[in-house]
């Protein structure tokens, strides 16, 4: 087992070191910084809702994660592929999984940094007045949660094509939908049409509801296993998509 | 160590690889030949574990590369077409990743690394980032990748490719000295390459084995091999035609000089052509020829190589 474990830390290492040195992993952090700033204070209106929380703050992560978690996780195996170091990854003796999850860890590490690097707005919210931690601790693992799954879906499009820009732009398509189709004003669109069976069955299946309901403080076990099944579930496509372009 | 049984890859409806079957032990230095698109890449690459294969099997010392593919994997190093590196980082660093990808630890590990940086001439390199090497110098750091780990088995896919005439013997040397207790398969276009280094040679035409043999016999089969050149001064051709057809164990005897007098006399049987050759001086001799050359042609095998594969553009014939 720690054999296991450590094959996939070396390719998480060894990938984590080759996006440190390129300047992904730093403008991902930055722009997300920035943005995620932006939006809290000039759009989401913090000062003015008068309230302790950061609502304002973990409700434009969906949006910011749309863009940003497909531009970093697309080089993970389009690049490979271009340059042909996947011949080298998949001789080397470890199995296709130890290699899908090493590399899911190493980008996981860069979102989880980026998100520790908010903390000043954990200390002002906690300055001017007193928030429940429970909740917000609760909005940052469902924040953690979101940018995994996104970071999936770009792992499975980035091993459909050895063009990083297919990549991008196939993982933002996807991660969009996931978004849109729970999205109440495209619920209230689609409410006007489809039984309200058929919209809430839509409804499930996107990353807004569960995100959503993590935010308000809620752990509820479907959420987390929605995540947990929304990640597996690209990893294991990266997985049959690695396989079948090697079958031939 | 090797055994390859059987093996046939399918692209699509066209067969890469069609039915290849070899062997090799620890020892033994097998060249692989082909012309481009033969499929000795695709073979490496199932031999490797990375393709695995439509049919047949490859077992890497107890292991069949499908059933067990780690341990299997932990016993070859692999030098795929072209040397791709991870560019991003330093010599040192891409080492350092495979050593630990394979379980290499602490000393074990550092120990190794600088032993495939000495073997490999990258001293001057070592803290480089790959992107800016020469392509020598990124070829030897792959090279050095595939060593480390000291396998049994080794793969290089065309390992000399790209390298200048000095790197080039360097490498045969490597490839020489580490077969003496590796099993080693290399590919390489250069059939010099091949008389230098293997002790074994297979020559695969569109996916299949066309001859396999040491490199010797496989030059006995070049068209030619074996004919003894006569050259007698002062003498006509046609006359020393007519005294060389009386020679038993010739199979035909060809002017290609009048004056001065140059023959060849092509045996029935290659392994004649030293006793013919012997007979020719002995008549040399009795005649009073001015013999002023005889000597037997080896056999190229430039000419075997191009005599049973066809060019690329030839048409190819549906199994």
Redesign the interface.
């Given at each position: 087992m720690k054999?296991y474990l450590?094959?996939i830390c070396?390719?998480a290492?060894?990938e984590l070191?080759?996006t440190v040195?390129?300047p992904v992993a730093f403008v991902f952090v930055v722009i997300f910084l920035l943005l995620a700033a932006f939006f809290t204070f000039m759009i989401g209106g913090f000062f003015e809702r008068g309230q302790a929380s950061l609502l304002s703050f973990f409700g434009w992560h969906p949006w910011l994660y749309l863009f940003l978690v497909p531009a970093v996780g697309m080089r993970m195996w389009a690049e490979e592929r271009r340059?042909?170091?996947i011949?080298?990854l998949?001789?080397?003796?470890?199995?296709t999984w130890q290699a899908i999850f090493g590399k899911f860890a190493a980008y996981l590490v860069i979102i989880a940094a980026a998100l520790l690097l908010t903390f000043p707005v954990w200390i002002t919210v906690n300055f001017l007045g007193s928030p429940d931690n429970g909740v917000i601790l609760a909005g940052y693992l469902g924040s953690l949660l979101l940018g995994a799954s996104y970071l999936a879906v770009s792992s499975f499009t980035s091993s459909l094509t050895r063009n990083q820009v297919v990549s991008l732009i196939l993982s933002v398509v996807i991660c969009f939908f996931l978004i849109l189709c729970g999205w109440p004003p495209v619920l209230n669109l689609l409410d006007r049409v489809l039984s309200p069976a058929v919209v809430e069955f839509v409804a499930a299946f996107s990353v807004m509801t569960h995100f959503e309901s993590i935010q308000r403080g809620v752990l509820d076990i479907r959420d987390l296993a929605f995540f947990a099944s929304l990640i597996l579930f690209f990893l294991f496509a990266t997985h049959a998509v690695l396989r079948a372009r090697?079958?031939? | 160590m090797i055994k390859v049984s059987n093996l046939r890859k399918h692209f699509g409806t066209k067969a890469a690889v069609d039915g290849v079957s070899f062997g090799l032990e620890k020892g033994e230095i097998l060249g692989f030949l082909g012309p481009n698109g033969a499929g000795k890449s695709t073979t490496m690459r199932i031999v490797t574990g990375f393709l695995p294969p439509t049919a047949g099997e490859v077992r890497i010392g107890q292991f069949d590369v499908e059933d067990h593919p780690v341990e299997a994997k932990r016993l070859i190093g692999y030098l795929p077409e072209n040397a791709p590196c991870y560019s991003d980082m330093t010599v040192r660093g891409f080492l350092r990743f495979c050593g630990e990808a394979r379980g290499l630890q602490g000393t074990a590990l550092g120990g190794a690394v600088d032993r495939a940086i000495a073997t490999c001439f990258l001293e001057p390199v070592v803290h480089q980032n790959i992107d800016t090497l020469s392509k020598g110098y990124r070829h030897r750091t792959c090279l050095a990748q595939a060593i480390l780990h000291d396998p049994p088995v080794l793969v290089l896919d065309e390992p000399t490719d790209g390298l200048d005439p000095n790197q080039k013997h360097e490498v045969r040397a490597l490839i020489r000295r580490m077969g003496r207790d590796k099993a080693i398969v290399f590919s390489t276009h250069i059939l010099e390459e091949v008389e230098a280094v293997c002790t074994r040679a297979i020559i695969i035409d569109r996916g299949r084995i066309v001859a396999n043999g040491t490199p010797e016999e496989l030059k006995q089969r070049a068209p030619g091999a074996g004919a003894v050149v006569v050259r007698v001064a002062g003498a006509r051709g046609s006359v020393l035609k007519a005294v060389l057809e009386r020679l038993d164990g010739r199979a035909g005897v060809v002017v290609v000089e009048e004056t001065p007098a140059v023959l060849r006399v092509l045996p029935n049987d290659s392994a004649e052509a030293h006793r013919i050759a012997g007979r020719i001086h002995e008549i040399s001799i009795r005649e009073k020829w001015m013999l002023e050359e005889l000597r037997v042609e080896d056999g190229r095998l430039d000419d075997v190589f191009r005599s049973i594969t066809l060019p690329d553009s030839a048409p190819r014939q549906e199994p």
């Open positions: 054999g450590g094959s070396s390719v290492k060894r070191a080759g040195s390129s340059s042909g170091t011949e080298l998949l001789t080397l003796p470890l199995t090697r079958a031939g | -």
